[in-house]
């Protein structure tokens, strides 16, 4: 298991124009108001909602759960800030890692819709494949999306992951399970 450089809270990554850090309890407020206000824009590529999704407790379990990931090593959540204001735009997770022979980790990630199709989220992901290799220690970054996501396909073929498949059925998303395009940045091929 590699260490993790980390702050206070947790590790940061910076970049020119964002930065990434771990969500904590005092974001609870901005990042209801951000999704709350993005949730019709974020329905067709998330899993549906509970019914409590928005509460102070349903933010803390998902701090904890979080915290917990962390910990063990198995994944880690940044929420995404722009630079000189630190406003909240979205949120990108680091979840499934596998060490051993593998050596790989996924990637999910989300704007909220005032933020979408203005360069944060290809910024983010440029900051953070290089943090999944170099200090996480990963060899291999996976991703998924919707076929209908034509969005993040750019995102990720922009940020040099390579299309490598589809799995059917893949995952359950706005209460259907859906066929996903299959993804992955490879750390040699970004350093070639």
């Known amino acids: 298991m590699r260490s993790v ?4 809270s947790g590790p ?8 990434l850090r771990v969500p904590q309890m005092s974001d609870y407020a901005e990042w209801a108001q951000l999704r709350g206000m993005s949730q019709e ?14 509460t102070r407790s349903a933010y803390r379990r998902r701090l904890r759960h979080y915290q917990r990931d962390m910990r063990d090593g198995v994944g880690y959540a940044f929420f995404l800030l722009r630079n000189g204001d630190n406003k ?3 949120g990108a997770t680091l979840t499934n890692a596998r060490r051993g022979v593998s050596q790989s980790i996924s990637i999910g990630y989300w704007v909220g ?3 979408s199709r203005q360069g944060y989220m290809t910024a983010a992901l440029r900051i953070l494949v290089p943090f999944v290799f170099d200090t996480l220690g990963f060899h291999r970054l996976e991703a998924a999306c919707l076929p209908t996501n034509e969005a993040s396909r750019r ?3 922009s940020c040099g992951f390579l299309h490598e498949g589809l799995a059917r059925k893949y995952l359950k998303i706005n209460g259907l399970w859906q066929d996903h395009l299959l993804y992955a940045a490879i750390d040699d091929n970004l350093r070639s």
């Open 5 to 8: 450089p980390l702050s206070e």
């Open 41 to 54: 824009f974020l329905r067709p590529w998330e899993p549906e909602w509970s019914y409590d999704e928005l």
């Open 12 to 19: 940061l990554v910076r970049g020119d124009r964002v930065w």
């Open 113 to 115: 819709a005032p933020y």
């Open 88 to 90: 909240l735009l979205g």
């Open 155 to 157: 995102l990720l073929e």
